[in-house]
């Protein structure tokens, strides 16, 4: 199914071009296309949520929809910091196959209106924190029935600095790099070009950086109850992909160094695991945590070591990260 965006300010998958820019990774301009104007492959609304006012509740279910669907009127909660603390004039996202999208108030408050007959697990809910706070997709139960979804406090944590990454351009043949922040270390090798999402290239900046966060056992839990266990990191800028320098429409696996903050034994085997995006489907599942490999300690002891060439999917997005001991 292809992505539909009920909005006008939206990063869209690498084939598509932004609807209000003129930039495109697809490899130029953007020229006037199906998606812009409203036909098969793409909706548009100025304003976002509003592109249908009347509620989804007095419609009949569409007949190309499971009888799990759900007629979703609106997704509302608080995007908060590590502390409690209201963050406004946040971006937020309501993405599946179709994305809505609102913004925080003064209190960190939002609602989300749909308005749409749904299948809730394809849903999820996600603050936009680039480029100093963390991004991260908090999915819609797949046994939801309720036409109003109370998600509660989202916490968009502070993440520290980095270092810039050398990013795409036309004359780019993708140059070796190294970047560290927080003793995490990305390995990037030659010939792979570096795409951060078109926001971030045009805010420039912290938001082209390189940056690493751990997340101890308790703050992780509050991200996701499939951690324990785990050393955890979130990587940004989120969604950053890494794509063969000779054919841009190939991504391509990095490599990945974290600190071994658990001690375990040099050489022991670790499973790595990535945060899916809904922007790389054939990557991952979007919004869950699935292996993309397994590495090992390093043999010092200093380090989880996870190689580009690992077999398995490999890190081909900046996401959020859990490297786990094998038993």
């Not at 592109?51 to 979703?72: F, H, I, K, M």
């Not at 209106?113 to 603050?127: C, K, M, N, T």
Request: hydrophobic residues 35%; glycine residues 10%.
């Amino acid at each position: 199914m292809p992505f539909r965006f009920i909005t006008s300010t939206y990063r869209l998958p690498r084939a598509l071009c932004l609807s209000t820019l003129t930039l495109a990774w697809s490899g130029g301009a953007c020229s006037p296309t199906e998606e812009e104007n409203g036909g098969s492959g793409g909706s548009y609304a100025a304003g976002g949520s509003h592109a249908d006012p009347n509620s989804c509740l007095g419609q009949e279910r569409p007949a190309d929809l499971p009888d799990t669907a759900v007629c979703v009127e609106a997704t509302v909660g608080r995007v908060v910091d590590q502390q409690g603390a209201g963050l406004p004039d946040l971006r937020v996202t309501f993405c599946g196959p179709i994305c809505f999208t609102a913004q925080t108030d003064s209190t960190g408050a939002f609602q989300i209106d749909a308005q749409r007959w749904l299948i809730p697990g394809e849903y999820s809910v996600q603050p936009h924190g680039s480029p100093n706070r963390t991004s991260f997709y908090y999915p819609l139960p797949s046994d939801w029935r309720q036409p109003r979804y109370e998600i509660g406090e989202l916490v968009a944590a502070e993440m520290p600095p980095g270092e810039p990454m050398i990013l795409w351009n036309e004359d780019s043949s993708g140059p070796q790099q190294s970047l560290q922040s927080a003793d995490v270390v990305l390995d990037v090798p030659s010939g792979i070009q570096v795409r951060p999402a078109i926001g971030d290239v045009l805010d420039g900046g912290e938001a082209t950086h390189f940056r690493a966060l751990y997340l101890s056992a308790e703050d992780a839990a509050g991200f996701s109850d499939d951690l324990a266990g785990a050393s955890v990191y979130a990587l940004a800028p989120f969604e950053t992909e890494f794509v063969d320098a000779s054919d841009p429409t190939i991504p391509v696996a990095v490599g990945l160094r974290l600190p071994n903050r658990e001690s375990w034994p040099p050489g022991s085997e670790i499973e790595f695991r990535a945060l899916g995006t809904y922007l790389d489907v054939d990557w991952l599942p979007p919004a869950v945590f699935s292996s993309i490999g397994r590495g090992r300690v390093s043999d010092d002891g200093t380090a989880l070591v996870l190689l580009p060439t690992t077999e398995g999917p490999g890190l081909k997005h900046l996401t959020w990260v859990a490297a786990e001991l094998v038993p």
